[in-house]
């Protein structure tokens, strides 16, 4: 039924690619198991997509953090050059400074976000490996 009816002496690969590295990460099965050095892989891989994650992710928050800092920064300067609070605020709002902020805000939560997206396809993927092995076994168990 399935595209992996392969005896028990033969190895089948497969791979996760690795956007960023440009690497696959073997799957390699040895009679139904997966090889120790596979698994120390993909557990090398899942800590630098974590990694990456982590570092993207704390990224965004700076710049989610530091968007009220900005507004009240460039609405002061206004004030203070004689504008009313509310025409400072809009003034801020519309100012180039803030606008390229807010762009390089989503963008870094974008990038964030597909780090995750990554970091989870990975983890799906090496669940569904263990699911088809565990599967497997209790299929040769039958026979």
């Known amino acids: 039924n399935n595209n992996n009816n392969n005896n028990s002496n033969t190895i089948s690969s497969t791979s996760v690619s690795s956007s960023e590295t440009g690497s696959a990460l073997p799957q390699s099965r040895l009679e139904g198991k ?13 800590q630098h997509l974590g990694q990456k994650w982590a570092d993207l992710h704390a990224e965004a928050e700076i710049l989610e953090e530091a968007k009220k ?16 609070k509310s025409t400072a605020e809009v003034r801020a709002h519309a100012s180039k400074e803030y606008q390229d902020h807010i762009k390089k805000m989503v963008e870094a939560r974008r990038l964030a976000n597909q ?9 799906t993927h090496l669940n569904l490996v263990r699911t088809f092995e565990s599967s497997r076994r209790e299929e040769l168990k039958m026979l």
């Open 34 to 46: 997966l090889v120790p050095d596979d698994v120390d892989a993909a557990y090398h891989q899942l």
């Open 69 to 84: 800092c900005i507004l009240a920064t460039i609405t002061l300067f206004h004030v203070e050059n004689g504008d009313a």
């Open 115 to 123: 780090a995750k997206i990554e970091l989870e396809s990975v983890k």
